[in-house]
């Protein structure tokens, strides 16, 4: 069993940073996939980056070059550094961890344990 708490979320200006943490419990942190989405009012739930048990990361064209995915499997918490960040950024931010899979993946169905969600609001 894995639990998940996601933290660092808030309102920031265009332009502007945040950095999610996202806290694991349960062995299972640290032999899976690690990945970051996101919604936003009214959408789906879209893939946002993903980090591999080697820590090889993968993101998507929309947050490519301004999003940077870390994980410390020592203290067994993904980081997701956000930067240039617009309005279009803002949505609910989640963490999800896969027990079995260990690539990078931007399929949510190979994700079994899910965080609750941290907000991030984006002013313009």
């Known amino acids: 069993q894995v639990q998940l708490v996601e933290s660092g979320g808030g309102l920031v200006q265009t332009g502007g940073s945040l950095r999610l943490s996202c806290a694991a419990s349960?062995?299972?942190?640290?032999?899976?996939?690690v990945g970051w989405f996101r919604q936003a009012p009214g959408k789906e739930r879209e893939f946002v980056g993903t980090?591999?048990?080697?820590?090889?990361?993968y993101l998507a064209d929309a947050v490519k070059g301004r999003f940077t995915v870390s994980r410390d499997n020592a203290k067994n918490t993904v980081y997701l550094q956000m930067d240039s960040l617009t309005p279009e950024d803002t949505a609910v931010y989640y963490c999800?961890?896969?027990?079995?899979?260990?690539?990078?993946?931007?399929?949510?169905?190979?994700?079994?344990?899910w965080g609750q969600g941290t907000q991030v609001t984006v002013s313009s």
């Open positions: 999800a961890v896969s027990s079995i899979y260990q690539g990078r993946t931007s399929d949510e169905k190979r994700f079994d344990y």
């Open positions: 349960g062995r299972a942190f640290n032999n899976g996939a």
């Open positions: 980090i591999s048990r080697s820590g090889m990361t």
